[in-house]
Every structure is written in C-alpha cells, then in structure tokens.
C-alpha cells in the first residue's frame, strides 16, 4: 500500500511564488489545508518530515495538476488516498480541513490506516 498526498495547488515555480506569498500575507485564505499543516512557509515541517520517515509506509506527493496527469483521476483537494492497485480516499477534503494542527494531522493519519488495515 502507498499513500497518495495531493495538494490543493498546482506545481511549477510560478505557482510555487504565489503560495509562499498567499501563505505570508493572508494564511487564513490559503486554499491548501494540508499544506498549511505540512509545511510553513518555505519548507517542510521537522514533525512531519519525521512522521514520513519513521511510518514505514510508502508515500507520494503530488499537486493537484500532477495527480490528474498520473492518474487521469479528479477529486476535491486536498485528498489523502490509499493506492494498492486501485485508489481509495483515506481521507477527504472536509476531514483535512477540520485538523487543526500537525499533531492531530499525524494521529488522524495512523488511525486512518489502522482503520484500513
């Protein structure tokens, strides 16, 4: 099994500007709720560097254009998806966006996958 993390926002260095700068000026707005937990604004945050490290689970990482690319699937993003020969939501849009911190991110993952164990 890999876990598929997709964004809400798409790649490329322009995109990329834009959401240092959304993040800096109005956080509140950011439209990426995962990545607003997972990063701050110009890198990856030491806990979840840390989580992705010592699960042992496989994970992907992708914006929301590159997911569409790979896979010819669309969702509502942020997602957080199970991939073991088909795709499954682990975790939808309106779950992301209630998490409030990277801790209780982190929990809700590990439950999640127990849960689909």
Request: proline share 4%.
């Amino acid at each position: 099994m890999t876990l598929v993390f997709v964004y809400n926002s798409d790649s490329g260095p322009i995109s990329g500007l834009l959401d240092i700068g959304h993040k800096i000026l109005s956080p509140d707005t950011y439209q990426c709720s995962l990545c607003n937990l997972t990063h701050d604004a110009f890198s990856e945050k030491e806990g979840w560097r840390e989580f992705r490290k010592s699960v042992g689970t496989p994970m992907e990482f992708l914006h929301r254009d590159e997911f569409e690319k790979k896979y010819a699937l669309t969702y509502p993003y942020p997602i957080i998806l199970t991939k073991n020969g088909d795709m499954q939501v682990l975790m939808n849009r309106e779950e992301i966006d209630g998490i409030e911190t990277l801790e209780k991110l982190i929990e809700a993952v590990k439950n999640a996958m127990d849960e689909n164990a």
